[in-house]
């Protein structure tokens, strides 16, 4: 006799509409409500107690010591007055590293070498780089960060640097090579600036003053970018060989770039650089904070910015469907030139009306300039 079993089996459209629906529109709740389940500890951060400082001992050499990790510094006028809205975005820690170690880098009229290392490592690499390609050390002050060659007319080698004729036709200029070793605009780098000057005598034991505000010709840049492709060169062949000049540690490091506030807020950054490389460097920092520029002018002196986090700028809700808006005028950015720097301050467009304020876009600008 035999026996037949029957079983049901749920499809599986049976089963997704059962099983499958429910679960999407759990999703979906959970998404339009922005994730309440998640806990949100915007205020835990900003109540969270600042740390001791590690103290080195009194015998320790603190040149041989770096933070293997370091943890960005909150500026004044965040750490006083930070909201939920304002808090800032998780440190960047290539944030100090140059994409290349070595760049030549062009503003107006003015050519150097930016290093991403301190002037006390590249001292004694430069002073060993005029010495081997012949141009000799006839004045040197670590202090200074200056050092200046021996006349470059009686060295065959340093001809052949600066591209001299073997055989000049008739009397010729007498000339001699200077080199500046100072601290960068940014932190922990070394700008080098090397350019010719004429001699007076053949007597170039005393220092020639160097000249800031004198304009150079075109051939006075090429010069000086040779010389400083050549110092590039000679600085990435021997990287595994370093030193470190004691004598260039009194070197004056003062930062070029400064925020100053009062009462906690941030009011203006000071910039101990001329107008064209002030410029320069607050465009430079623009672009790599991400900020918008929506319009400019380098002679009025003026950035009309674009503020707004990148999520305020995103129209959609999946990075698929978002079609990121065109940038808004929120603030803008004055340059102004001082009595002996130039500043940089910050206010509010007419017609914005968000919640990001002024000195907000001044520290955020500042991490990016220093």
């Given at each position: 006799?035999?026996?037949?079993?029957?079983i049901?089996?749920?499809?599986?459209?049976?089963?997704?509409?059962?099983?499958?629906?429910?679960?999407?529109?759990?999703?979906?709740?959970?998404?339009?409500?922005?994730?309440?389940?998640?806990?949100?500890r915007t205020?835990?951060?900003?109540?969270?107690?600042?740390?001791?400082p590690l103290?080195?001992?009194?015998?320790?050499?603190?040149?041989r010591?770096?933070?293997m990790?370091?943890v960005r510094?909150?500026?004044?006028?965040?750490a006083?007055?930070?909201?939920?809205?304002e808090?800032?975005?998780?440190?960047?820690?290539?944030s100090?590293?140059?994409?290349e170690?070595?760049?030549?880098?062009?503003v107006?009229d003015?050519i150097?070498?930016?290093?991403?290392?301190?002037?006390?490592?590249?001292?004694?690499?430069?002073?060993?780089?005029?010495?081997?390609?012949g141009?000799?050390i006839?004045?040197?002050?670590?202090?200074?960060?200056?050092?200046?060659?021996?006349?470059?007319?009686?060295?065959?080698r340093?001809?052949?640097?600066?591209?001299?004729?073997?055989?000049?036709?008739?009397?010729?200029?007498?000339?001699?090579?200077?080199?500046?070793v100072?601290?960068g605009?940014?932190?922990?780098t070394?700008?080098?600036?090397?350019?010719?000057?004429?001699?007076?005598?053949n007597d170039?034991?005393?220092?020639?003053?160097w000249?800031?505000?004198?304009?150079?010709?075109?051939?006075e840049?090429?010069t000086?970018?040779?010389?400083l492709?050549?110092l590039s060169?000679?600085?990435?062949a021997r990287e595994?060989s370093?030193s470190y000049?004691?004598a260039?540690?009194?070197m004056?490091?003062?930062?070029?770039?400064?925020?100053?506030?009062?009462?906690?807020v941030?009011?203006?950054?000071v910039?101990d650089l001329?107008?064209g490389?002030?410029?320069?460097?607050?465009r430079?920092?623009?672009d790599?904070?991400?900020?918008?520029?929506?319009d400019?002018?380098?002679e009025?002196?003026?950035?009309?910015?674009?503020?707004?986090?990148?999520?305020?700028r995103?129209?959609g809700?999946?990075?698929?469907?978002?079609?990121?808006?065109?940038?808004?005028?929120?603030?803008?950015?004055i340059?102004?030139?001082?009595e002996?720097?130039?500043?940089?301050?910050?206010?509010?467009?007419?017609?914005?009306?968000?919640?990001?304020?002024?000195e907000?876009?001044?520290?955020?600008?500042?991490?990016?300039?220093?």
């Open positions: 006799m035999a026996f037949m079993f029957r049901n089996i749920p499809t599986f459209s049976e089963y997704s509409v059962k099983k499958i629906g429910p679960l999407a529109g759990l999703m979906f709740v959970l998404a339009a409500s922005g994730c309440s389940f998640i806990e949100d205020e835990r951060y900003v109540d969270a107690p600042e740390g001791t103290k080195l001992p009194e015998s320790a050499d603190e040149s010591f770096s933070q990790m370091p510094e909150i500026s004044a006028p965040d006083g007055r930070m909201y939920v809205g808090l800032p975005e998780p440190p960047d820690m290539t100090e590293i140059l994409q170690n070595y760049v030549i880098e062009v107006d003015e150097w070498l930016l290093v991403n290392d301190v002037p006390g490592r590249l001292w004694p690499a430069v002073s060993t780089w005029m010495a081997q390609q141009l000799g006839a004045y040197q002050n670590p202090q200074l960060g200056l050092l200046q060659s021996e006349l470059v007319n009686y060295s065959k340093a001809r052949e640097l600066l591209g001299l004729p073997d055989k000049p036709a008739g009397e010729e200029q007498l000339l001699a090579v200077q080199a500046k100072a601290p605009v940014r932190r922990k070394t700008e080098i600036q090397v350019r010719t000057f004429n001699a007076q005598s170039v034991s005393q220092l020639v003053a000249n800031d505000s004198a304009s150079r010709s075109e051939t840049l090429e000086s970018r040779r010389l492709t050549d060169e000679f600085l990435k595994d370093k000049s004691r260039a540690l009194n004056p490091a003062e930062p070029l770039v400064r925020l100053v506030s009062e009462d906690e941030a009011k203006q950054i910039m001329d107008y490389r002030s410029w320069g460097e607050v430079r920092a623009l790599e904070a991400g900020i918008p520029v929506v400019l002018n380098r009025e002196g003026y950035f009309f910015v674009d503020a707004r986090p990148d999520s305020a995103d129209s809700w999946f990075p698929w469907s978002s079609d990121p808006s065109d940038p808004v005028r929120t603030h803008d950015l340059l102004e030139a001082g002996e720097n130039l500043i940089v301050t910050a206010r509010r467009a007419p017609e914005y009306t968000g919640d990001i304020r002024p907000a876009l001044l520290s955020r600008l500042f991490e990016y300039l220093y």
